[in-house]
DNA sequence: GCCAACGTTGGC
DNA sequence: GCCAACGTTGGC
């Protein structure tokens, strides 16, 4: 799950109340998809930074509540107002998550990019011109991932 | 700031 | 449905 630090980044979710907070915002239909219908408690998701000085993977998050309509869609003081997203039909999700780990070595994207032929072949964002908020992670990248971290996967 | 890549919009 | 124009993403 990609954000841009200066926006939210994963001190802001280490300094949230119980670590746990919305993911909200996100205004993209395949994203949204995914938030909305495959998200489950429980679920684990690494937390990406991007847009920003050093952008990587910089923990992890579980998932402590599945999809559920994103309210800030309906709020036209928010920045991320929908005006066509209609209460009793929305049209965007967010799911609740809270910090599982923050990484001591985060594994930066020029880290993640020496595998991109390797065990990392297929991970969605290393992938060119991959814009997508959201993307799957295999069990196998996700083990691999945590070793480059340097930390036992959980 | 640049630019490639992609998604969305809207005229036709 | 096509496609040009435009806006956004995101690395560099």
Redesign the pocket.
């Known amino acids: 799950m ?1 954000s ?1 630090p200066a926006a939210f980044g994963i001190d802001d979710l280490a300094r949230a109340p119980q670590r746990t907070a919305a993911w909200d915002g996100v ?4 994203a949204r998809n995914m938030l909305r219908d495959e998200f489950r408690p429980g679920d684990r998701a690494f937390f ?1 930074h ?3 000085g050093e ?1 990587g993977i910089y923990g992890t998050v579980r998932v402590v509540r599945g999809g559920h309509p994103d309210p800030t869609a309906f709020d036209p003081a928010h920045p991320h107002y929908d005006a ?1 997203s209609d209460p009793t039909d929305p049209r965007w999700y967010q799911v609740e998550v809270r910090l599982l780990r923050r990484f001591a070595r985060p594994v930066l ?2 880290v993640l ?1 020496k595998h991109s032929e390797g065990p990392l072949r297929r991970l969605l ?1 290393l992938r ?6 959201i993307t799957p992670v295999t069990d196998d990248e996700w083990n691999f991932i945590h070793h480059l971290a340097r930390e036992r996967p959980e």
């Open positions: 990609k841009e205004r993209n239909y395949q990406y991007s847009s920003c952008p066509g994207l020029e990019r964002v060119r011109g991959n814009r997508l908020s």
